[in-house]
Antibody
Framework: QLQLQESGPGLVKPSETLSLTCIVS??????????WGWIRQSPGMGLEWIGS???????YFSPSLKSRVTISIDTSKNQFSLNLRSVTAADTGVYFC???????????WGQGTLVTVSS | QSVLTQPPSVSAAPGQRVTISCSGS????????VSWYQQFPGTAPKLLIY???KRPSGTPQRFSGSKSGTSATLDITGLQTGDEADYYC???????????FGGGTKLTVL
């Protein structure tokens, strides 16, 4: 059974870089059929798509975050990572990783990790 | 403001039927499959419907999805108190070249 688990610091200072890793277990991240994505949810708000990466290295990003986001994949470790630069308080929220199907559905999801941007 | 528009809240009594709408445009719902997610407080969203109307194993038949033009609908019949949750629609948008979600709908079972 495929499982995803986010890891990374729960507190990041303003202007610094938010870095998270999603460890995939129970399946290979090198599948041609899937992308691997990041989604976030600000407190009390809805879901926001951040971006996706394919094992080939192909990436897609939200236009509103594109200038600050990097998503990379490490097939040797079966994990993928998110870097969000120059964070502000508006970047505070729960960050989820998920597998993305060829059609744009997400399943399964990681449990999510809360990241707070504060000095 | 979300690219896909959902009603902020819907409510109905146990046993009744409720419909949640998701409105978009030709650059998203009009040309791509729609998925639906159920999220309970403090937990991760769970895929409920994919490819407009397909149910993953584990999704009860009480939940069904449909799409017409640039709108999609999630139907829930035989409402149960355990269905109280937030529901989100999602798809791809070719103008943004990005994934998009609706703003979410809070379902209350009275």
């Amino acid at each position: 059974q495929l499982q995803l688990q986010e890891s990374g610091p729960g507190l990041v200072k303003p202007s610094e870089t938010l870095s998270l890793t999603c460890i995939v277990s129970g399946g290979s991240i090198s599948s041609r059929s899937y992308y691997w994505g990041w989604i976030r949810q600000s407190p009390g708000m809805g879901l926001e798509w951040i971006g996706s990466v394919h094992y080939s290295g192909t990436t897609y990003f939200s236009p509103s975050l594109k200038s600050r986001v990097t998503i990379s994949i490490d097939t040797s470790k079966n994990q993928f990572s998110l870097n969000l630069r120059s964070v502000t308080a508006a970047d505070t929220g729960v960050y989820f990783c998920a597998r993305r199907g060829a059609e744009p559905w997400f399943d399964p999801w990681g449990q999510g990790t809360l990241v707070t941007v504060s000095s | 403001q979300s690219v896909l528009t959902q009603p902020p809240s819907v409510s109905a009594a146990p046993g009744q039927r409720v419909t949640i709408s998701c409105s978009g445009s030709s650059s998203n719902i009009g040309n791509y499959y729609v998925s639906w997610y159920q999220q309970f407080p403090g937990t991760a969203p769970k895929l409920l419907i994919y490819d407009n109307n397909k149910r993953p194993s584990g999704t009860p038949q009480r939940f069904s999805g449909s799409k017409s033009g640039t709108s999609a609908t999630l139907d829930i019949t035989g409402l149960q108190t355990g269905d109280e949750a937030d529901y989100y629609c999602g798809t791809w948008d070719s103008s943004l070249n990005a994934g998009v979600f609706g703003g979410g709908t809070k379902l209350t079972v009275l």
